[in-house]
């Protein structure tokens, strides 16, 4: 079992910056592919990027691709994600997941392991 607990969310002016952190428990974490996803009022969660267990390889949705980034520190069992240049359409409440027996992945669906979500509010 794995256990995914979020933080570093908050309201920040559009423009500029926070860094998801993402905490997670168990030895296995760094066999893990481990995501972001988002999900704002109304909408369905979407996904945000992706990287592989040992950090290799990241994949990105389009929406976000060149402003945010995401990393991983497999000795302190926690994933990031650096968010950059920050736009009121990325308000939403996101979460991170941890998927086994994955690379990496965009669909939610092969994520096994979800946090309980951390708030980004970006005022115009």
């Known amino acids: 079992q794995v256990q995914l607990v979020e933080s570093g969310g908050g309201l920040v002016q559009a423009g500029g910056s926070l860094r998801l952190s993402c905490a997670a428990s168990g030895r296995t974490f760094s066999s893990y592919a481990m995501g972001w996803f988002r999900q704002a009022p109304g909408k369905e969660r979407e996904f945000v990027a992706a990287?592989?267990?040992?950090?290799?390889?990241?994949y990105y949705a389009d929406s976000v691709k060149g402003r945010f980034t995401i990393s991983r520190d497999n000795a302190k069992n926690t994933v990031y994600l650096q968010m950059n240049s920050l736009k009121p359409e990325d308000t939403a409440v996101y979460y991170c997941?941890?998927?086994?027996?994955?690379?990496?992945?965009?669909?939610?669906?092969?994520?096994?392991?979800w946090g309980q979500g951390t708030q980004v509010t970006v005022s115009s």
């Open positions: 997941a941890g998927g086994a027996g994955i690379y990496y992945s965009g669909s939610e669906y092969e994520y096994d392991y």
């Open positions: 990287i592989s267990w040992s950090g290799g390889s990241t």
